[in-house]
C-alpha cells in the first residue's frame, strides 16, 4: 500500500503547455490527485485547461527522507516560478 504519492498536473496556459509537481502524503491516489488539483488551481489562470494528471507512488521512506508528514502536500516542481530548479518544502516542526 502506497504512503503517499507524487502527481504531476499538465494545464495549458496562454497557448503554452505548464506543469506543477506534487508530493502529497496521503494513502489514496484519489485523495492525493483531489489535493494536487484543488492547490494547483490557486495558481492556474482563469482560462488555463487542464491538460493532463500524472501520478506516481511513493514509499513511507521516500516520504521520510523528504520530512513529509501525514496529510502534508508540498510543491516539488513549477515551471512558472523557477524553469529547471526544484522547489521543496521540507516539514516544518
Known amino acids: 500500500m502506497a504512503a503517499g504519492w507524487m502527481v504531476s498536473i499538465g494545464n495549458i496556459e496562454r497557448g503554452q503547455l505548464r506543469h506543477v509537481t506534487y508530493v502529497v502524503a496521503v494513502a489514496k491516489v484519489t485523495e492525493a490527485i483531489k489535493a494536487s488539483l484543488d492547490v494547483g488551481a490557486a495558481r492556474f489562470s482563469s482560462g488555463a485547461g487542464i491538460g493532463g494528471v500524472a501520478f506516481s507512488e511513493l514509499s ?5 527522507d523528504l520530512g513529509m508528514v501525514k496529510g502534508g502536500i508540498y510543491s516539488l516542481w513549477d515551471d512558472t516560478i523557477a524553469p529547471c530548479q526544484v522547489i521543496a518544502f521540507p516539514n516544518q516542526t
Open 60 to 64: 513511507l521512506q521516500q516520504l521520510d
